[in-house]
């Protein structure tokens, strides 16, 4: 059975995931691409959002 998850689920899992790679001195190269990936999240809600208002 597939169950959809929303992009703010994705944004708030990655930046759980973030916080604790950074509480445990990961490289922040790996951090920077997480985080680049939660821009790209917002880029594609905002378009989802127009696209069904």
Do not use: T
Request: with cysteine; aromatic share 8%; hydrophobic share 45%.
């Amino acid at each position: 059975m597939k169950e959809k998850i929303s992009y703010s689920h994705l944004f708030v899992c990655l930046d759980e995931i973030i916080s604790y790679l950074k509480s445990v001195g990961y490289s922040d190269l790996h951090i920077e691409a997480l985080q680049k990936a939660q821009q790209a999240l917002i880029a594609l809600e905002l378009m989802n959002i127009s696209l069904h208002s």
